[in-house]
């Protein structure tokens, strides 16, 4: 008789684990059509996106487009600045029921910020706690601070490939805003509102953002290799595209075949499916391997865009911006 249970045990514990998961992706869809709502509601006021990277003020700050969120959801915070509710300060009993996925290690992860030295990708994370649940697309933003090439504060929203020194077209900060495309170069593109955006259906918003599993080969608390940040754990904004030739790489380590995703029409769904082909990849930072690493996109590589083309807000490519 117990051998007999202990068997039925053994084949019932797998089917009861996935069936945990699948409820915590369950939740985490529903949280994340709730930060939709509530994104348009704040469309509706703002007739823009919220910041992200940089908000205007001597210095610029850090900011994450969460931020936004929250405050639409009429949460309270500590301080402001520059008029602007900052969450910076939550504890993570604040965050825990309002902002990250239900399937995340937060504990981990937010601990590892705290204790990661200055200057390193995870150090980042910990100065915006709340917002290392999801990742949020780095093209469907406010306008930045004006450049000498873009006075409005805002880029174009076709993909364009910068040429001139970085000072003239760089509006923003602190966020990894290159989107590499297929032919390996780096492009930029905005949508500073809504309806910038040509297929909104199509348009990745927001996402499970990455956690140690992620990419297990690599120590995000020791490396400073920026053009890697969107991998970290925790970080607030993607997805990574530099160094990987159009894929556009998403957490496949947190829920079962796909992460959730949020599009620009407030549809949430989990179809980016795809195992990454990761010998069409550059290396990981800092010497690592993508051993183990559990990554995925979407199924429509485009020969121009790449997987990228489920994030750029208009699917075309200008030459020169104007």
């Not at 492009?187 to 996402?207: L, S, T």
Request: hydrophobic share 40%.
């Amino acid at each position: 008789m117990v051998g007999i249970i202990a068997l039925l045990i053994t084949l019932i514990m797998p089917s009861l684990g996935r069936a945990k998961d699948l409820a915590k992706k369950t939740v985490c869809a529903a949280q994340l059509k709730t930060y939709g709502n509530q994104m348009l509601l704040f469309v509706e006021d703002r007739d823009s996106y919220p910041h992200m990277g940089t908000i205007l003020g001597p210095g610029g700050w850090g900011w994450p487009k969460f931020y936004g969120i929250l405050e639409a959801m009429k949460f309270p915070a500590d301080n402001k600045v520059w008029s602007r509710w900052n969450y910076g300060e939550w504890e993570l009993d604040e965050c825990w029921d309002k902002a990250f996925c239900p399937a995340m290690d937060y504990v981990r992860i937010i601990r590892a910020a705290d204790a990661a030295p200055d200057g390193t990708i995870l150090h980042k994370t910990s100065l915006h706690r709340v917002a290392a649940g999801y990742q949020w697309n780095v093209t469907l933003r406010a306008k930045g601070v004006p450049t000498s090439l873009f006075r409005s504060g805002r880029w174009p929203t076709a993909a364009w490939h910068p040429t001139s020194g970085w000072s003239a077209w760089d509006n923003t900060m602190w966020i990894d805003y290159f989107l590499e495309l297929a032919d390996g170069q780096a492009y930029i593109a905005q949508a500073v509102k809504p309806d910038e955006v040509k297929r909104p259906a199509n348009v990745a918003e927001a996402w499970d953002s990455c956690d140690f599993q992620t990419v297990p080969e690599v120590s995000w608390a020791s490396t400073g290799d920026w053009s890697w940040e969107n991998l970290g754990p925790g970080w607030h904004v993607g997805p990574q595209s530099e160094n990987c030739r159009g894929w556009a790489l998403l957490n496949g380590a947190r829920h079962p075949g796909s992460p959730n995703i949020l599009y620009a029409d407030n549809h949430v769904s989990a179809d980016a499916t795809k195992d990454v082909p990761l010998n069409e990849v550059g290396p990981p930072p800092g010497g690592a391997t993508w051993k183990g690493a559990k990554l995925k996109s979407w199924e429509n590589f485009d020969g121009v865009f790449g997987t990228m083309i489920n994030i750029v807000p208009e699917r075309t490519i200008q030459a020169s911006p104007g």
